[in-house]
């Protein structure tokens, strides 16, 4: 029997027709699945990581990506992916970073720089499958971290992990809001943090720094709804890179190398949690996944690359902070560095406030994108600007706990850093690959091991945030 059709006679990989999700699909029996059906979860979603998602969305269930109805949907460039990345993970935050690095000193907050990029990496990289394969799963639909963990771990985990994404987004938000509302009083000539601000014009600053939260809010937030959002984020972020370039040339020179030798590691474990809350990004992943288009490859050095840069950056802005001597006395009495560099002005005071505002706008622009994916998620609603709706429920909650004033902006990134950040990042990614891997019946020991170990230490971790707040 010569024809190549009988039994163990033709290609031992020729491609295979198999069901999925009502659509014949031909798939390589070398990338099926190494296990008996009957020793798959049924549970999980239908798994298709053998298909290309390029041709899956392009041949099989094409979305339109012209349509105001499908916001942030747009195939956009590796860079512009990864961009978003440090744009999130670079925010008004970094700012911050002196004021809670600077009791232990500059070579600690080093090391727990190091820490956060590699924990936080790791935490993103596991995510990358589940999400694809929910994202692939729901080609017609928005994906949000809700969606993934209530596929892979039930309705319950799902509510939570929304309810901690939901409150991890607006604490962010709120911080960034904030920091506009005294960027926007100091430019206007009012500087509402100085104790020594008359009553009436402290008023009118704070009045003024309200406007400009306000405006800076819905302004945002229309750009994040754009369909060339990429481009406008490269541009925040070119502004950015600029600004601390510029703060690194006119700051250095005030460095006194002693002071950055200087350090206390008991005294810089505080810092931990708000270095991990202003480096984090992984809510941006859904939106990394759309602009790649569901390839693996891209989205994993999109998140390994965007990240780095951020993690570099904040290491050269601590020490031009924490090892400038005029500053050495105002740090060590608990004051805010990056507010007093601000006040004084001149070229660091403008090369600070650059790096601000264009922080400011890209993080507020990636949670932006976050959050109303995951509005349109939860409560199905089309992402579109034109849906009042969906933009009320994105933009005004952080808006409102803002107005409170300048003060959030401290208070919002600790709490964020030390509760939800490590249950969300910490905690849940490992559950929800635990589950992917067990079903498949690819739980190895070692994977076992890493995740136990990542979940637990993330628990703990958010206990002992949890008791210091």
């Not at 100091?186 to 009436?200: E, I, Q, R």
Request: some cysteine.
């Amino acid at each position: 029997d010569g024809d190549g059709d009988g039994d163990g006679d033709g290609d031992p990989d020729a491609p295979v027709p198999e069901m999925v999700g009502g659509k014949e699909f031909l798939i390589p029996a070398s990338e099926t699945l190494g296990v008996s059906i009957d020793d798959v979860d049924q549970t999980l979603p239908a798994t298709r990581s053998s298909v290309e998602s390029e041709k899956f969305l392009e041949n099989i269930s094409p979305i339109s990506a012209s349509g105001d109805d499908v916001a942030h949907g747009s195939k956009a460039e590796e860079w512009e992916a990864a961009l978003i990345i440090t744009g999130t993970a670079v925010g008004g935050g970094s700012l911050a970073l002196p004021y809670f690095c600077a009791a232990g000193g500059f070579f600690p907050a080093l090391l727990f720089l190091g820490i956060a990029y590699a924990l936080l990496l790791g935490s993103a990289l596991v995510l990358v499958e589940p999400t694809i394969r929910v994202w692939e799963d729901n080609p017609q639909a928005a994906v949000s971290m809700h969606s993934v963990v209530e596929t892979y771990l039930g309705k319950s985990w799902g509510l939570a992990a929304g309810i901690t994404f939901w409150v991890l987004i607006n604490c962010t938000l709120v911080s960034q809001l904030a920091k506009c509302s005294e960027l926007a009083s100091l430019f206007a000539g009012f500087d509402v943090a100085s104790k020594g601000t008359a009553v009436a014009s402290a008023a009118a600053g704070v009045w003024v720094g309200r406007l400009g939260a306000v405006a800076s809010a819905f302004a945002i937030a229309f750009a994040a709804f754009d369909p060339n959002v990429g481009k406008i984020n490269a541009g925040a972020t070119a502004g950015l890179f600029l600004g601390f370039f510029t703060a690194l040339v006119f700051g250095f020179g005030g460095v006194d190398p002693k002071l950055l030798l200087a350090s206390n590691l008991v005294a810089a474990a505080p810092a931990l949690p708000a270095i991990a809350q202003t480096m984090t990004y992984a809510e941006a992943i859904p939106t990394v996944v759309d602009m790649c288009r569901g390839s693996r490859v891209k989205v994993c050095r999109v998140l390994a690359l965007g990240s780095l840069g951020p993690a570099l950056m904040y290491a050269l802005w601590l020490a031009v902070t924490l090892g400038r001597a005029s500053l050495a006395d105002f740090a060590a009495g608990g004051g805010d560095l990056a507010a007093k560099i601000l006040a004084e002005g001149g070229p660091l005071g403008y090369a600070t406030a650059a790096i601000a505002s264009c922080a400011s706008v890209s993080t507020l622009i990636g949670c932006y994108l976050a959050l109303s994916r995951f509005h349109a998620d939860t409560f199905k609603l089309n992402l579109s600007r034109r849906n009042l709706k969906l933009v009320s429920l994105t933009v005004l909650p952080s808006l409102l706990v803002s107005m409170k004033g300048p003060e959030m902006y401290h208070l919002m990134i600790k709490f964020a850093g030390t509760v939800p950040v490590a249950f969300l990042w910490g905690v849940m990614p490992p559950l929800v690959y635990w589950k992917q891997l067990k079903g498949e019946g690819k739980l190895t020991v070692r994977w076992a091991v890493y995740l136990a170990a990542g979940t637990l230490g993330s628990a703990v971790a958010m206990a002992i945030g949890a008791r210091s707040m």
